[in-house]
């Protein structure tokens, strides 16, 4: 079985942050959305991955190589963003016949078990109840719970059970037919080709779907979210690995220190996330995320995500920047 993950999206809704990271690297908790998601499918017993790339590939590929150097991959560059259908369809040659598949978006973080959802009998979409599915794609069952239409992002839906961004394929093959049929007639849901449609085409043809409700699930795609999901990381982690560094700070817990970070007068948390050699003067951090090689000097900052190589001095306000910036705050 092969793993794909679509890691090709622009993350605009996460700019001017992924101006220069790409969405799918950006750290929660100290480690990247990827890592959590690779980390999970490796320790299931999956080995063999397809990453589908656009966006600042480089950089994406130049982390998985760099740390996980014993998977088997495979990295794909999708030349036009056209939609997740398309992203999935440029996979079609290095699949297997008969070869079942599973997809898992690069940007959300899932609890669930990945083990039991590849030993499904049929077809399986993971799923979690929202409060407002108008945003999602979105599925309703029948009275024996299996998926009866698949739609997306409706005006009007009929069902609070939203996709998560996890697929497991038994017919890939026939998958990328009905993707392919989209595609070569031009049928796009809101100007994209959407792997929603390609699904809804195989429900069509008589093939079974059931789903697969997450515990958990994190979808890293705005700030709120991302800065949410670090919280709940970092309350996930034990003690032995937060780094209570301290000298004339107060540290509230929990907080995640990278590493060479220099703090003096400072007071740190709850909920912070600061990574490498950063240096943090006279100032006051809760409910954030800091990146690699920033200063920051007599600021208070709360509910912000601050990039890599960012200098800010001056007083309380709340930031999502990019890296490679410096502001004086007067």
């Not at 699949?95 to 083990?115: H, M, Y």
């Not at 108008?134 to 698949?150: A, C, M």
């Amino acid at each position: 079985m092969k793993v794909i993950i679509p890691v090709a999206g622009p993350g605009t809704k996460l700019r001017p942050f992924t101006y220069t990271q790409p969405k799918p690297l950006i750290p929660v908790a100290g480690k990247p959305i990827l890592s959590y998601i690779l980390d999970d499918l490796i320790r299931a017993g999956h080995e063999d991955f397809i990453f589908v790339v656009a966006h600042l590939s480089e950089k994406i590929i130049e982390f998985v190589d760099e740390c996980y150097p014993d998977i088997r991959k495979k990295y794909i560059f999708q030349k036009e963003r056209m939609g997740l259908g398309h992203a999935i369809y440029t996979c079609k040659d290095y699949i297997e016949e008969n070869e079942e598949v599973l997809i898992q978006l690069g940007d959300s973080i899932l609890d669930v078990d990945f083990k039991v959802l590849t030993h499904c009998k049929y077809n399986t979409l993971a799923v979690r109840k929202v409060n407002d599915p108008r945003s999602f794609g979105v599925v309703e069952t029948d009275e024996s719970g299996f998926i009866k239409r698949l739609v997306e992002k409706p005006k009007i839906p009929k069902s609070n059970l939203a996709l998560v961004g996890l697929y497991y394929i038994k017919e890939f093959k026939q998958l990328v037919q009905a993707l392919e049929y989209n595609i070569e007639h031009d049928l796009r849901t809101k100007g994209e080709f959407h792997l929603t449609d390609g699904l809804m085409k195989l429900l069509e043809l008589g093939y079974k779907f059931e789903v697969m409700e997450v515990k958990n699930w994190f979808d890293c795609g705005k700030k709120e979210v991302l800065l949410e999901t670090n919280a709940i990381m970092l309350d996930r982690m034990s003690p032995e690995s937060v780094n209570l560094e301290s000298g004339n700070n107060i540290i509230i817990p929990p907080v995640r220190l990278g590493r060479n970070c220099r703090i003096q007068n400072s007071i740190l948390g709850p909920h912070v996330s600061i990574g490498d050699d950063t240096e943090i003067n006279n100032s006051l951090i809760r409910e954030a995320i800091i990146g690699n090689y920033t200063i920051l000097n007599n600021i208070v900052i709360e509910k912000s995500i601050i990039g890599n190589d960012v200098v800010i001095r001056g007083k309380s306000q709340s930031f999502n920047i990019g890296d490679n910036t410096e502001m004086d705050v007067l």
